[in-house]
């Protein structure tokens, strides 16, 4: 005949094994949020600036020289690399002449291309009834073009509207 344990018997096994894993998670989910926290805590922007989205071309080396720069200059920089600016360009409804190797967008503006920090700061204290500020080019001595040629001399920083019309913004 065999002997029949009594069901206390068994739950007292059963606790150290479910204890042992519940510990296991614990430790688990506990690592994660380190690491979670470690990430947040290391993206997120030290800066106070202006917030700027900026859609670029992950192979593009001024546009991640420009992103850079204006991390540089105090600004909370989104990037979302994205293979197809140019469809970003049509959707914002951008004219041809104005677009850049990479598009951002910063308190309702459009900035097309490397613009100095300066002139957008500007345009966001003065909110000109404007659709965004555009570079002609590619101008050698625009932010984040160090090294990587372009024309050189001086270059303008362009306001332009819904309508595509544009004035001159800055001179640089």
């Given at each position: 005949m065999s002997t029949i344990k009594p069901p206390g018997n068994r739950s007292r096994r059963r606790r150290p094994r479910v204890h042992r894993q519940l510990t296991i998670i614990a430790v688990i989910a506990g690592a994660f949020a380190l690491a979670a926290t470690a990430l947040l805590t290391e993206s997120a922007p030290a800066a106070h600036g202006p917030q700027i989205l900026v859609y670029a071309e992950s192979d593009v080396l001024a546009s991640s020289a420009w992103i850079q720069y204006l991390r540089e200059q105090?600004?909370?920089?989104?990037v979302r690399y994205e293979p197809y600016v140019q469809a970003m360009h049509d959707y914002l409804h951008v004219p041809a002449a104005l677009r850049g190797e990479q598009t951002a967008l910063v308190d309702g503006y459009?900035?097309?291309?490397n613009v100095?920090?300066?002139?957008?700061r500007r345009l966001?204290?003065?909110?000109?009834?404007?659709?965004?500020?555009?570079?002609?080019?590619?101008p050698a001595r625009a932010p984040g073009m160090k090294d990587l040629g372009g024309t050189p001399g001086a270059y303008k920083t362009v306001l332009f509207d819904r309508r595509g019309s544009i004035g001159v913004f800055a001179t640089h």
């Open positions: 105090g600004f909370r920089v989104q459009i900035v097309e291309g100095p920090a300066d002139d957008i966001i204290a003065e909110q000109p009834h404007a659709r965004g500020l555009a570079l002609l080019g590619t």
